[in-house]
């Protein structure tokens, strides 16, 4: 589940839409962290759903988030940052803990574990949450699709579903990501559920730009 926002990204935002509630920070789970807020919504994000091998998020989720960013390095260097999944608590520092159920290059069917942190809120205790994520769909340089749940102490995510795709663009690497949540919980308050995802995606695809243009081949502590 997610990542987060900042003014530098070249990327676009879609929000789903919702009744106003009480606030419900949660950090994304199928990958990341939470911020204050998301930014805006933009077209160009709007264009086109990314997949992989022709599927993409659930269609039916009312919680859903997209964006891009274009990074400046090499392709290769970029997938395997974001699918080196044992290394994501060097260059992600939501991402407390990280660990792969299987062994090998990550393929379909490749399983893994990770943590993120939290916040209280007024509905929910401060906790961490455990996502365990399936890949079911990766095509090497080109995409990489999971789903899984997120568990925590108090609050869950049935499931998210996160896609991502890599295209080589003139000036670097076109990278794009959408994600949606589904689950009694989350789906209580749409709107800020939504927030925290795509502030949590926006936050993961800055630093996976920041990782993957270092210039020690992208797996360097921020």
């Given at each position: ?16 839409a ?19 807020s ?20 659930d ?18 260097r ?31 069917g ?15 205790p ?9 890949v ?87």
């Open positions: 589940m997610t990542g987060t926002p900042s003014s530098h990204l070249r990327g676009r935002r879609t929000r789903a919702g009744t106003p509630a009480l606030a419900l920070a949660l950090a994304l789970a199928a990958v990341g962290v939470v911020t204050a998301a930014p805006a919504a933009s077209a160009r994000s709007q264009d086109r759903a990314p997949t992989c091998r022709g599927l993409g998020v269609p039916k989720a009312e919680i859903r988030y997209r964006s891009d960013i274009v990074i400046k390095a090499p392709i290769s970029i997938f395997k940052t974001q699918t080196d999944v044992a290394r994501w608590p060097a260059w992600q520092s939501p991402v407390l803990t990280a660990e792969r159920l299987d062994h090998g290059p990550l393929r379909a490749s399983a893994f574990r990770w943590t993120t942190p939290a916040p209280a809120t007024p509905t929910t401060a906790t961490t949450l455990v996502i365990t994520s399936t079911r769909q990766l095509e090497r340089d080109r995409c990489v699709r999971w789903r899984g749940p997120a568990v925590g102490e108090g609050l869950r995510i049935d499931e998210g579903v996160h896609v991502w795709t890599f295209t080589k663009v003139r000036g670097g690497v076109l990278v794009r990501t959408e994600e949606t949540w589904t689950g009694a919980q989350v789906e209580a308050d749409v709107p800020t559920a939504t927030q925290a995802l795509g502030a949590g995606l926006e936050a993961w695809l800055r630093d996976l730009k920041t990782a993957a243009e270092a210039p020690h081949r992208g797996h360097a502590a921020r």
